[in-house]
T-cell receptor, first 114, second 115 residues
Framework: DVKVTQSSRYLVKRTGEKVFLECVQD?????MFWYRQDPGLGLRLIYF???????EKGDIPEGYSVSREKKERFSLILESASTNQTSMYLC?????????????FGDGTRLSIL | AQKITQTQPGMFVQEKEAVTLDCTYD???????LFWYKQPSSGEMIFLIY??????QNATEGRYSLNFQKARKSANLVISASQLGDSAMYFC????????????FGTGTQLKVEL
């Protein structure tokens, strides 16, 4: 069974802090994704990666960066957290090129920036 | 322009009844896929069902079926015999071949199943 693990379910940080959200998958998936979810807006793609050391911007990359040093791990970084980054963050992974295969999601991290 | 539109922010259904959750999409890519996910209050996203644009038949998975009307660009989720455990947020999403493996999500429909 596919397992996508996010390091924290709940996280509280202060404005201006550097925040790291970690995601690990155990299915050898090439693709990994970071989304944020806000009420009434659905899921919006922040960044994604098709391979190690490779990243591409999604729809809302401003204020975020990512790192993928190993295939199984994809980190989301908030360089200087702001209150408007309070949100639910979801990590997902999938195989490259298998269009009928779903993305598999972690349980999410509810991040509060005070 | 919205690529995925879910026009029902909230829906109520009585237990054991069937319910249809609407999803319309917009794409010029002839090859695409449509996915439905369920998100309970605990937060995890659970994959329910997939429909490919070239699939001849509507997808079914247990109590879930997809009413795919390609000409209308709609992919409505039908849940038969609703159960209390079906109460959750439901998201429709689309993958376009030209867009790589990215998914575009709708804003979701909150379903509440009542006794």
């Amino acid at each position: 069974d596919v397992k996508v693990t996010q390091s924290s379910r709940y996280l509280v940080k202060r404005t201006g802090e550097k925040v790291f959200l970690e995601c690990v998958q155990d299915m050898d998936h090439e693709n990994m994704f970071w989304y944020r979810q806000d009420p009434g807006l659905g899921l919006r793609l922040i960044y994604f990666s098709y391979d190690v050391k490779m990243k591409e911007k999604g729809d809302i990359p401003e204020g975020y960066s990512v790192s993928r040093e190993k295939k199984e791990r994809f980190s989301l970084i908030l360089e200087s957290a702001s209150t408007n980054q309070t949100s639910m963050y979801l990590c997902a992974s999938s195989f490259w090129g298998r269009n009928n295969q779903p993305q598999h999601f972690g349980d999410g991290t509810r991040l509060s920036i005070l | 322009a919205q690529k995925i539109t879910q026009t029902q922010p909230g829906m109520f259904v009585q237990e054991k009844e069937a319910v249809t959750l609407d999803c319309t999409y917009d794409t010029s890519d002839p090859s695409y896929g449509l996915f439905w996910y369920k998100q309970p209050s605990s937060g995890e996203m659970i994959f329910l069902i997939y429909q490919g644009s070239y699939d001849q038949q509507n997808a079914t998975e247990g109590r879930y079926s997809l009413n795919f009307q390609k000409a209308r660009k709609s992919a409505n989720l039908v849940i038969s015999a609703s159960q209390l455990g079906d109460s959750a947020m439901y998201f429709c999403a689309m993958r376009e071949t030209g867009g790589g493996n990215k998914l575009t999500f709708g804003t979701g429909t909150q379903l509440k199943v009542e006794l």
